[in-house]
């Protein structure tokens, strides 16, 4: 028997809220009572990672449920064939075979067909051979003087997780290379990127797997004209390279086609963390650290495929996410990591999980009866604290919480110049710290703020009810690997979800409509003469008001 058209509609839904039902009175300290052996029980490995998942508001008998469900969705099956190279991008017949990129030399990993394996080598020797030759001093500009600079132009999965990746590894990075993003079409943030540096020693990799994104377009243009204008129309293939599946229209850009890597269109751009897109950190960070991060996402990836639904985790966590959104409706969900260079992590989390998953259609083309993608949204932890923890305490809103916290500081603080190491010890403790006492104080509430079920007590405003979910994930320290393995679990958390719902996780159909009605606003806002207006009458006036501020005729 086939997955159902409505999920919602099956016995194994319906027995689910019927638990959620005989739980909706329990509180978590009811559960950890009642179960000294909970926070072990609650707590399983993949990788590096240690992840503790018993304040989330499940038992045994939820697990079960849970993964009836996942067995009458099929999870487990569509999870086969994403991962065989099936096309479960149905909208776009295509796969989805991001886990090909980083199966390792050797594996065989078919898409339609073809085994992508030798040709995902190819590209990640062609990385590593780039990533050298800057890294080394050897890549030279049209002056003869070395590439000291990288510019990644890209946006959405071609910026947001390569950023988050640079930033996350900063302990890793080159000491000379300096690398930069300019990914929105806001002028200030490419004079941003390009301060202080050099034409002459800049090398600029324009990302975009379909290169017709028009921010990227953009922002390539005004950098190409930045070299032109610095070192004439015959530098730019010496300060240029390309990311893409679209080789021909990057050779049209006037980049030589030597630097253009490639993409597939089997790759989508929030899952392309592991593949070319990722240059620029595979110039901050040198090959055998992004192999290392390969080797993390593989760890994850063969966690899914061998282990049963109920030992695997990033399936248990995807059916959380559903328990949490769909049985206690909860509209969205935080991620925290208690790492500075972790900060980025929520926004390319972001993306991946609600362009995935910020869907209303199923794959057969009906509607669905029921919440999909949650908003996924977070920050680093402690600021946190000081921004929206009062509302994640004390919220009439409820949203389950991922903390991500390390064992050990970024590896590179040891030695800092006027940074004693026991300092510097003291700091992670304290970060580790106020970690745990949110998770903590999120799931018991306050003490002085009595029993947690609204009892009588002085002081209303500063109860704390507790009740509120949460997972805490522990790794020995930020590496590459473990940020691959990081970003695998929620990959595969995303995918899980949206198996579920029965929706595709893969296109990105919504982002369309936008794309299409700012082209012609952009020729109304800039025309020398009053253009003819045919929009809402709010458009209209807002593109005559701009107009008036620029000192356009209207
Ligand atoms: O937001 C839509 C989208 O297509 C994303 O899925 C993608 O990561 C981004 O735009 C950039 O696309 P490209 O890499 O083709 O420039």
Request: glycine share 12%.
């Given at each position: 028997?086939?997955?159902?058209?409505?999920?919602?509609?099956?016995?194994?839904?319906?027995?689910?809220?019927?638990?959620?039902?005989?739980?909706?009175?329990?509180?978590?300290?009811?559960?950890?009572?009642?179960?000294?052996?909970?926070?072990?029980?609650?707590?399983?490995?993949?990788?590096?990672?240690?992840?503790?998942?018993?304040?989330?508001?499940?038992?045994?008998?939820?697990?079960?449920?849970?993964?009836?469900?996942?067995?009458?969705?099929?999870?487990?099956?569509?999870?086969?064939?994403?991962?065989?190279?099936?096309?479960?991008?149905?909208?776009?017949?295509?796969?989805?075979?991001?886990?090909?990129?980083?199966?390792?030399?050797?594996?065989?990993?078919?898409?339609?067909?073809?085994d992508v394996g030798p040709g995902v080598q190819r590209e990640l020797e062609r990385m590593a051979a780039l990533a050298d030759q800057i890294r080394s001093g050897r890549k030279l500009g049209a002056t003869g003087q070395p590439i000291t600079a990288v510019v990644n132009i890209g946006i959405g999965g071609s910026a947001l997780g390569p950023r988050m990746a640079c930033e996350a590894l900063g302990a890793f990075r080159h000491d000379r290379v300096r690398c930069r993003f300019a990914s929105n079409v806001d002028g200030s943030e490419l004079a941003t990127a390009l301060s202080s540096l050099d034409p002459a020693e800049t090398l600029f990799?324009?990302?975009?797997?379909?290169?017709?994104?028009?921010?990227?377009?953009?922002?390539?243009?005004?950098?190409?004209?930045?070299?032109?204008?610095?070192?004439?129309?015959?530098?730019?293939?010496?300060?240029?390279?390309?990311?893409?599946?679209?080789?021909?229209?990057?050779?049209?850009?006037?980049?030589?086609?030597?630097?253009?890597?490639?993409?597939?269109?089997?790759?989508?751009?929030?899952?392309?963390?592991?593949?070319?897109?990722?240059?620029?950190?595979?110039?901050?960070?040198?090959?055998?650290?992004?192999?290392?991060?390969?080797?993390?996402?593989?760890?994850?990836?063969?966690?899914?495929?061998?282990?049963?639904?109920?030992?695997?985790?990033?399936?248990?966590?995807?059916?959380?996410?559903?328990?949490?959104?769909?049985?206690?409706?909860?509209?969205?969900?935080?991620?925290?990591?208690?790492?500075?260079?972790?900060?980025?992590?929520?926004?390319?989390?972001?993306?991946?999980?609600?362009?995935?998953?910020?869907?209303?259609?199923?794959?057969?083309?009906?509607?669905?009866?029921?919440?999909?993608?949650?908003?996924?949204?977070?920050?680093?932890?402690?600021?946190?604290?000081?921004?929206?923890?009062?509302?994640?305490?004390?919220?009439t809103d409820i949203a389950p919480a991922d903390f991500i916290v390390f064992a050990e500081p970024d590896p590179d603080l040891a030695g800092r110049p006027g940074l004693d190491s026991r300092d510097l010890d003291r700091h992670h403790d304290l970060l580790a710290a106020n970690c745990l006492a949110q998770a903590e104080a999120l799931a018991f509430g306050s003490a002085e703020g009595g029993d947690g079920d609204g009892g009588d007590e002085p002081d209303r405003h500063r109860r704390c009810a507790g009740n509120r979910p949460s997972t805490v994930i522990m790794a020995p320290r930020l590496t590459p690997s473990v940020l691959g393995q990081i970003v695998a679990l929620y990959e595969h958390q995303a995918a899980v979800q949206g198996a579920v719902w029965g929706v595709n996780s893969f296109d990105q159909p919504g982002v369309e409509l936008g794309k299409r009605l700012a082209g012609p606003i952009a020729a109304e806002l800039a025309s020398a003469d009053p253009p003819e207006l045919g929009h809402d009458a709010a458009t209209n006036a807002l593109i005559r008001r701009y107009r008036r501020l620029r000192g356009r005729p209207c």
């Amino acid at each position: 028997m086939g997955p159902p058209a409505d999920i919602s509609t099956t016995a194994e839904w319906r027995a689910l809220a019927d638990h959620q039902g005989q739980m909706a009175s329990v509180h978590l300290r009811d559960l950890f009572a009642a179960d000294p052996g909970r926070a072990d029980r609650f707590t399983a490995a993949v990788g590096d990672l240690v992840v503790d998942w018993s304040r989330q508001r499940v038992t045994d008998r939820t697990v079960e449920l849970l993964v009836a469900l996942a067995s009458r969705a099929g999870v487990v099956e569509r999870m086969g064939a994403m991962v065989a190279g099936a096309p479960v991008n149905a909208t776009e017949g295509r796969a989805a075979l991001h886990t090909a990129l980083r199966a390792g030399p050797g594996s065989a990993a078919p898409a339609g067909g073809a085994d992508v394996g030798p040709g995902v080598q190819r590209e990640l020797e062609r990385m590593a051979a780039l990533a050298d030759q800057i890294r080394s001093g050897r890549k030279l500009g049209a002056t003869g003087q070395p590439i000291t600079a990288v510019v990644n132009i890209g946006i959405g999965g071609s910026a947001l997780g390569p950023r988050m990746a640079c930033e996350a590894l900063g302990a890793f990075r080159h000491d000379r290379v300096r690398c930069r993003f300019a990914s929105n079409v806001d002028g200030s943030e490419l004079a941003t990127a390009l301060s202080s540096l050099d034409p002459a020693e800049t090398l600029f990799v324009v990302s975009s797997k379909s290169f017709a994104t028009v921010e990227t377009l953009a922002n390539a243009a005004s950098a190409r004209a930045w070299v032109a204008a610095a070192l004439g129309e015959g530098a730019v293939a010496d300060h240029f390279a390309a990311v893409t599946a679209d080789r021909q229209a990057a050779v049209g850009f006037g980049i030589d086609p030597a630097s253009i890597l490639g993409l597939w269109d089997w790759v989508g751009g929030r899952f392309s963390l592991a593949s070319a897109a990722s240059m620029v950190l595979m110039i901050a960070i040198g090959p055998e650290r992004f192999s290392e991060m390969l080797a993390g996402f593989r760890a994850v990836d063969q966690h899914l495929t061998d282990r049963p639904p109920a030992a695997n985790l990033p399936v248990l966590l995807g059916l959380v996410a559903v328990w949490n959104r769909n049985f206690w409706g909860f509209p969205t969900r935080a991620v925290i990591p208690y790492s500075s260079r972790l900060g980025l992590l929520p926004a390319h989390l972001g993306q991946l999980d609600m362009e995935s998953n910020g869907k209303q259609v199923r794959l057969d083309g009906s509607p669905v009866s029921y919440p999909t993608g949650p908003v996924v949204w977070g920050g680093a932890g402690t600021d946190g604290q000081h921004s929206f923890h009062q509302w994640l305490h004390q919220g009439t809103d409820i949203a389950p919480a991922d903390f991500i916290v390390f064992a050990e500081p970024d590896p590179d603080l040891a030695g800092r110049p006027g940074l004693d190491s026991r300092d510097l010890d003291r700091h992670h403790d304290l970060l580790a710290a106020n970690c745990l006492a949110q998770a903590e104080a999120l799931a018991f509430g306050s003490a002085e703020g009595g029993d947690g079920d609204g009892g009588d007590e002085p002081d209303r405003h500063r109860r704390c009810a507790g009740n509120r979910p949460s997972t805490v994930i522990m790794a020995p320290r930020l590496t590459p690997s473990v940020l691959g393995q990081i970003v695998a679990l929620y990959e595969h958390q995303a995918a899980v979800q949206g198996a579920v719902w029965g929706v595709n996780s893969f296109d990105q159909p919504g982002v369309e409509l936008g794309k299409r009605l700012a082209g012609p606003i952009a020729a109304e806002l800039a025309s020398a003469d009053p253009p003819e207006l045919g929009h809402d009458a709010a458009t209209n006036a807002l593109i005559r008001r701009y107009r008036r501020l620029r000192g356009r005729p209207c």
